[in-house]
């Protein structure tokens, strides 16, 4: 499969060579491949451009139109390394081109020097009256012990232990995946900005334990400055915290268990602080990965931040990183105890069923002092969203929705605390932008597609030749709303591949040589989670559509008692201003991430409503005037005009009153299938959001967010054991999000304490009434 069709670089072969199911899906995979043979011939002639910066936020970086000043390099294969790359050329060099390349990378080397002095004589560290930390330090190492953040400092990039781990990491990715592609235009336009704005700091979503290592692997193999890293785990054995260290990756102190116990340490977070100015200032890189479920990654970001603004640094370049997988490695961390825990980590990974591709976009770098200090990034006063919502729960008053959530979430006060507000506000929409870029970066792959079709468009099966018929139109409403593409190719190959991948989590129905496979989904646990995984990010593509769709089916539920999977009724009005208000209600609902950061709400709310139209789920409908829309006189048949010198009085295009509009569904058969198909793709979420609130009452509250989180992650499994249906509901990441909302709301409170952060209960919602107001204000969106 060519994962770069026009592209003419593109050294990845085909598809039969690139990847054979395993013995049990041979016979499986020849019923799909010969019905397959017949079908049409090619995707992907179209390639949007992505990773551009924001045209509100960053328009002088956006102006530079890097990645426009290089003609079409097509992708590369990071694992396809021949005799070619090298300056050799011969019979040995076939066989050690891979040391041969490693060997010819160029490797910006740095040392600890008198970093440590540096750091423990900067004004920040020495306040008056403050005891000295760095001879505490010291008499512990002089102790025995390895000091509790001294160690950290050491971290270095180390040259030979980068080359040999590129190599180690090179033949282990060939085991694990078929391909890893890169945007040469991209690894272009890192070049340019490494000359013209200075240091550079890759911010990427984690997603697994490799993230990290994939783009150091890429920057690497391109002669780019490896970057420091950050690690948001413990790793606590003593070679393999030497290993890490000695290839830039910032650890955690072995006192503190997690980031979140770490930040609570004045002097750690203090050091941290000092520790990235003096990185920066030095020239070095930074990668650092931010979490959409808990924020954590916010507070290295206002480090970047107060770099810049202190001086130490004149600019510095933010450049987000889209990583997307064929198949999405479990969400492992990184081994924390002995020998054995390295190698099981290892042979999970190999062991698992990862032979699919990854796509690594490197998205437009963008001045961070550009984003911060022009004063064009929204910085908006924002309201709680128990301020925001619970009027309308409670007593279905509107006045409150039209605002803008408040998320400061993304960087709690127990972190850096001696940030000012308005340094905290800032860094929190940097965040928000940060996050949204990355996931508007990542390449949609071929596996999501088909997972989306099974498992939101067709829940009880699909025969192939339908499956393959809506694969080309899912991928052509992708690709026109500018997300790319990770394949490109025949559409047999295509299908073929994915279904191949997917193999273990489908059911392939009997059916007559004559006729088409049938295909569904597992019913199981596993299946419908991994299936639910593999298309999230269709989710962000569709994302007007629908909320839209979803704001239209409430609309349907209440004003002509239908929606859902009944019977639908064609010839119901809908208002606008309903519409728009029920698509803000469920707007605020929604997890950050998903709504562009420089749209306020209501706008979002108002595109949704448009998408609507757009799509042609709703047309509008024709209301009959007595007097002609290019007539401009008043209804009451009398002009009002005002002085053109009075400013306080609105203009004469206002004399007339904007009349509303209302729609009507669209007719049978376009509307009701794409309708539930753009419900059904926020089910996921409101469903799990549903089965929490009627499992609050089971837990034992007060526990802290942590037990909270697992208890509710079992009562939510048993849920899905007794609806044996929507088992995808139940993740553990979607349980952190619906606490994270119902913190929000008010729903529950929490109590911190030195121990940790205890959720409990509001005492309004232990009133039933007040639960079954909650439970019916989400449900109204739910598709079920």
């Not at 400092?153 to 190599?167: K, N």
């Not at 550009?370 to 925001?388: A, I, N, T, Y």
């Not at 279905?396 to 605390?417: A, C, E």
């Not at 349980?735 to 008010?746: A, F, I, N, Q, S």
Request: with cysteine.
């Amino acid at each position: 499969m060519s994962h770069a069709s026009g592209d003419a670089s593109t050294e990845t072969p085909t598809l039969p060579q690139l990847y054979q199911p395993k013995q049990p899906a041979l016979s499986w995979g020849a019923k799909i491949r010969k019905k397959l043979k017949a079908v049409a011939p090619f995707l992907g002639k179209f390639r949007p451009l992505v990773g551009q910066c924001c045209h509100q936020c960053t328009p002088e970086s956006l102006g530079q139109k890097l990645l426009h000043k290089t003609p079409s390099l097509g992708f590369q294969n990071l694992l396809c390394v021949k005799e070619t790359h090298t300056r050799y050329r011969g019979w040995l060099v076939r066989r050690v081109c891979c040391v041969l390349f490693v060997l010819g990378r160029k490797v910006y080397a740095s040392s600890v020097g008198d970093r440590v002095n540096r750091i423990y004589s900067t004004e920040r560290l020495m306040p008056a009256g403050r005891r000295d930390v760095r001879e505490e330090e010291e008499e512990e190492q002089r102790a025995g012990g390895a000091g509790r953040i001294v160690s950290v400092l050491q971290t270095v990039v180390s040259p030979a232990l980068l080359r040999l781990a590129s190599w180690m990491l090179l033949k282990l990715f060939r085991l694990m995946f078929y391909s890893v592609q890169v945007n040469l235009n991209q690894l272009a336009t890192l070049h340019r900005a490494t000359q013209l704005n200075g240091p550079l700091v890759y911010v990427y979503i984690r997603q697994s334990a490799l993230d990290q290592a994939l783009i150091s692997l890429t920057l690497f193999f391109h002669n780019l400055r490896v970057p420091y890293s950050v690690c948001p785990v413990q790793v606590r054995h003593g070679w393999i915290r030497a290993v890490l260290q000695k290839l830039g990756v910032i650890l955690l102190p072995q006192h503190a268990a997690t980031e979140q116990q770490a930040e609570t340490d004045s002097s750690y977070s203090l050091i941290m602080t000092s520790l990235i100015g003096e990185l920066l200032r030095a020239g070095e890189s930074l990668s650092i990965n931010v979490c959409v479920e808990n924020g954590h990654g916010g507070q290295w970001l206002a480090r970047v931040r107060q770099t810049v603004t202190q001086g130490l640094v004149p600019a510095v370049s933010l450049v987000p990183v889209g990583i997307s997988y064929d198949c999405p490695p479990q969400q492992d961390t990184l081994p924390q105890a002995s020998m054995w825990s390295v190698l099981r980590f290892v042979f999970s990974l190999l062991s698992g069923d990862h032979r699919g591709g990854v796509r690594i976009h490197f998205a437009q770098p963008f001045s961070l002092m550009e984003m911060c200090d022009s004063g064009k990034c929204r910085v908006d006063g924002r309201c709680p969203l128990q301020e925001l919502l619970m009027p309308v729960i409670q007593h279905n008053r509107m006045d409150s929705i039209f605002g803008q959530k408040d998320v400061s979430w993304l960087l709690p006060p127990t972190y850096l605390p001696e940030l000012p507000q308005a340094e905290r506000e800032m860094t929190i929409a940097l965040t928000l932008h940060l996050i949204h870029s990355v996931t508007s970066s990542m390449a949609v792959m071929s596996t999501g597609i088909v997972s989306c079709l099974i498992l939101h468009k067709h829940r009880r099966g699909v025969r192939l030749s339908v499956l393959c018929k809506d694969v080309c139109w899912l991928l052509e409403e992708v690709l026109f709303r500018n997300f790319d593409v990770g394949f490109a190719g025949s559409l047999v190959e295509v299908v073929y591949f994915s279904l191949s991948l997917l193999c273990r989590h489908l059911l392939l129905a009997a059916v007559p040589p004559a006729g088409d496979p049938v295909l569904t989904a597992r019913p199981e646990p596993n299946a419908l989670l991994t299936l639910c995984q593999q298309c999230e990010l269709l989710t962000l593509v569709f994302i007007h559509e629908a909320v839209g769709a979803c704001a239209v089916s409430a609309m349907l539920r209440e004003v002509a008692g239908c929606g859902g999977g009944g019977e639908m009724e064609f010839d119901v009005v809908l208002g606008q201003e309903e519409l728009t208000e029920k698509s803000l209600q469920l707007t605020h609902l929604l997890p950050v991430g998903l709504i562009p950061p420089c749209q306020t709400a209501h706008s979002f709310a108002l595109d949704a409503v448009d998408s609507m139209v757009r799509c042609g789920i709703l047309i509008m409908e024709e209301v009959p005037r007595a007097t002609p829309v290019c007539d401009y006189w008043r209804r009451q048949g009398v002009l009002s005009w005002t002085a053109t010198d009075d400013p306080d009085q609105s203009s004469d295009s206002d004399c007339e009153e904007q009349d509303k509009r209302s729609y009507k569904l669209s007719q049978p058969p376009q509307c009701p299938e794409l309708l539930f198909f753009l419900c059904s793709l926020l089910s996921t979420q409101l469903r799990a959001l549903c089965w929490t609130i009627e499992s609050l009452h089971l837990l034992p509250l007060p526990l802290t967010e942590s037990v909270c989180v697992t208890q509710l992650h079992t009562h939510l499994r048993n849920r899905a054991q007794l609806d044996k249906v929507h088992h995808e509901s139940s993740s553990i990441k979607l349980v952190r999000m619906t606490v994270r909302t119902l913190t929000d709301l008010g729903v529950l409170i929490e109590d911190r304490q030195t121990e940790g952060v205890y959720l409990d209960t509001s005492p309004v919602f232990l009133q039933p009434e007040n639960k079954q107001k909650l439970l019916h204000f989400v449900s109204q969106f739910l598709y079920s």
